[in-house]
């Protein structure tokens, strides 16, 4: 069965790649854009109101197939992992060719001049990318003329992407969320794994799916463990974290302190376990 989350296809227009395996209207060979701000809602609906089913961070690329200018939405695909949904049009720009610097720090402020005491022009989360025009001392220019301290730009230098998980302690829980703003469990699996060069896919059935091999205990730091609809990540043999909403945010728990009170709710037990290749 199709998995509609990554087929970009609907009635009335699909991706021009699926002509001849599905029933469209017609068929768009989409416009490659990029995510201009730092975060970028994506709903499966047009429909504003319905609930959030992913973001797309800054400099991630989006391929636009159908625009509906009435209601400022484009329909298309994120690049990054694959999701189909609809998005603010104002939102994206033109794809530039140059070359892109990852966000590192958690979070990151930029100003409207390099000096800190200056006024604030936004944030960007980890996992976003901007593009840098100068050298300004401590700060680098942005192509936006904000400045961000250039701290915030260092090279990741751990492989470990529980390390990087583990900065998102504290973090607010958010359905859909894929930020330091707010996350749910399987974005802070997926960006805690891009962050150091893995790819993951977005939500927790598809990492149960296509992430490393399954285990069984003893279990090991990284090790991904899924009950339906949740992933956590391994600490070390016996601790968990991660995003959920009784604690409503990243939280780290004894696996076995979690395991009890999901099945209690009434959420089921562990329904695998998997780890990644070394």
Not at 89 to 109: C, F, H, V
Not at 128 to 153: M, N, R, S, W
């Amino acid at each position: 069965m199709t998995d509609k989350r990554r087929f970009p296809a609907r009635k009335s227009v699909a991706a021009a790649y699926l002509q001849g395996q599905v029933e469209a209207e017609r068929f768009e060979q989409g416009r490659s854009m990029e995510v201009a701000m730092s975060l970028l809602d994506l709903r499966v609906s047009p429909d504003p109101t319905t609930p959030l089913d992913t973001q797309l961070l800054a400099g991630e690329g989006f391929t636009v197939y159908d625009e509906i200018p009435e209601m400022g939405l484009s329909w298309g695909q994120s690049e990054r992992d694959g999701y189909v949904g609809y998005v603010f049009t104002e939102g994206l720009a033109e794809k530039s060719a140059a070359p892109k610097t990852a966000i590192t720090a958690l979070a990151a402020i930029v100003y409207v001049r390099p000096d800190l005491k200056s006024d604030l022009m936004g944030a960007y989360s980890l996992g976003c990318a901007v593009e840098v025009v100068a050298d300004a001392g401590d700060y680098a220019q942005l192509h936006t003329d904000a400045f961000i301290p250039k701290p915030y730009l260092q090279p990741v230098e751990t492989t470990d992407f529980v390390d990087i998980a583990e900065r998102f302690l504290g973090v607010p829980y958010l359905w859909g969320g894929r930020s330091s703003y707010g996350i749910d469990c399987s974005a802070l699996v997926q960006i805690a794994m891009q962050t150091v060069g893995l790819q993951a896919p977005r939500d927790s059935d598809m990492q149960l799916a296509e992430l490393g091999a399954p285990v069984k205990a003893p279990l090991q730091r990284g090790d991904l463990v899924f009950w339906k609809g949740h992933v956590g990540v391994m600490r070390d043999g016996e601790t968990l974290l991660h995003a959920n909403a009784h604690h409503m945010a990243v939280a780290s728990e004894p696996l076995a302190d979690a395991q009890a009170r999901i099945a209690a709710k009434g959420d089921g037990d562990i329904i695998g376990i998997r780890r990644l290749a070394r």
